[in-house]
């Protein structure tokens, strides 16, 4: 179920989805494991998947409140989270903040927008989003694990502000897809319509 309020977005997902999500999670550290992959200094180290399991089921219960979708990778590098056009990061803290490394900044366009997911439970809460410009001017603190950008709560975006910029920006899309297709439309059938008068041409003259 959905709920709606004025500054977020409150995602509860079933038994089943979160199973679903834990299953997602624990493949995704078993691939990590398998192809040795560092995973840096965070409170989940391999062999522990808590920590992507969360992400994964705060990764699902974001796309669900931006009505996006969501692929469910496993050993895919570099992937963008939700609707590969929004990032995910979460947190079970009241009061938690939005931690992201400077090397998930460096591989984005300026313009990502991240989004701060709070699970309790089944009750995932998408407390608003940063572009990734705004994040990397933030302090650096490498006080807890790898050094990374803390974005307080008060700090983020208004939730509806980024749906609003997302479905825009795919509406957009979709009519230049749209006018780009009958342009292309328009043009088969005028080289259609030429090389039938060619050939009526040759016919007449033959």
């Known amino acids: 179920m959905i709920y709606l309020d004025k500054r977020t977005i409150i995602v509860v997902l079933t038994e089943y989805e979160m199973r679903w999500c834990e299953n997602v999670g624990i493949d995704r550290d078993n691939s990590v494991v398998e192809n040795g992959q560092k995973a840096g200094l965070g409170p989940n180290p391999p062999g522990d998947p808590r920590g992507h399991i969360r992400g994964a089921q705060c990764e699902f219960a974001c796309s669900l409140g931006l009505n996006l979708f969501w692929r469910p990778n496993v050993g895919v590098l570099g992937a963008i989270d939700v609707g590969e056009l929004a990032e ?63 974005i ?17 920006h795919l509406a957009i899309e979709a009519e230049e ?20 008068a060619e050939g009526g041409k040759h016919r007449a003259g033959g």
């Open 88 to 150: 995910a990061k979460s947190t079970v803290l009241p009061n938690g903040r939005m931690v992201v490394k400077p090397k998930d900044i460096a591989r984005h366009p300026w313009d990502m927008p991240f989004v701060l997911v709070r699970q309790i439970g089944l009750t995932h809460t998408l407390l608003g989003w940063l572009e990734a410009e705004a994040i990397g001017r933030a302090p650096i603190d490498p006080r807890y694990g790898d050094p990374a950008h803390w």
């Open 177 to 196: 897809k749209e006018r780009m297709g009958g342009d292309e439309h328009h043009a088969d059938r005028a080289r259609h319509a030429a090389v039938a």
């Open 152 to 168: 307080e709560q008060r700090q983020l975006h208004n939730i509806y502000t980024l749906k609003r910029r997302l479905h825009h």
